[in-house]
């Protein structure tokens, strides 16, 4: 395929080739360095197809996560909770669907936000829909725990900080550990961490 046959794809067959450019590029290229002209090579494509969708790679960028992280953002795994008859149990069946999803969209694509977070220091770029994922993020919580008191389980009174808790343990396992995050370890995590804060 030439330049030319490449810049006629449209829709999200160009995305998608513009995308997989682009992460294929960030795996030897530092992020800072990465250019329009790197991408549109790449894909086989010309720069002002680029332009057209974005002012920078930095936005480019941030449409990847937007694209391949949604799931993760729009809280849909949430929809495969269940009410297992115990704290404990429910919340190893949180870390072990955020993993999940962590695992399908890749360590990289979310290290790679993270970065781009890190270099946004007045938020001009925060996605509204990630800020929406953390209400969803306490909520899923805040359930599990009502559920165990109704159940007759002593839970303590936390912060939102620590509701988020479960959800930065695994964020945090992904950066540190990203090929040691087993279902021994996600118990681990569950019965000297989360039981403990959350169990009065």
Do not use: C
């Amino acid at each position: 395929m030439n330049k030319t046959e490449n810049s006629r794809r449209r829709g999200d067959e160009l995305l998608e080739s513009l995308y997989n450019a682009t992460m294929k590029l960030a795996t030897t290229t530092k992020l800072t360095n990465l250019t329009f002209q790197q991408i549109a090579d790449e894909a086989r494509t010309s720069r002002t197809v680029l332009y057209r969708r974005w002012s920078t790679p930095f936005d480019l960028l941030q449409d990847i996560y937007s694209y391949k992280a949604k799931k993760l953002f729009d809280g849909a795994f949430f929809d495969e909770l269940k009410d297992n008859g115990s704290l404990r149990k429910d919340l190893l069946q949180l870390l072990t669907v955020y993993q999940k999803v962590h695992t399908e969209i890749g360590a990289e694509i979310i290290n790679n936000y993270y970065f781009l977070r890190a270099q946004d220091k007045n938020d001009n770029n925060e996605l509204l829909i990630h800020k929406q994922a953390v209400e969803k993020h306490l909520n899923a919580t805040k359930k599990i725990l009502a559920n165990a008191e109704k159940r007759g389980e002593k839970i303590r009174k936390i912060s939102p900080i620590t509701l988020m808790l479960p959800y930065d343990l695994i964020r945090t396992e992904n950066l540190i550990r990203p090929t040691n995050i087993s279902k021994k370890r996600l118990t681990m995590m569950v019965d000297e961490i989360l039981m403990p804060v959350f169990v009065g």
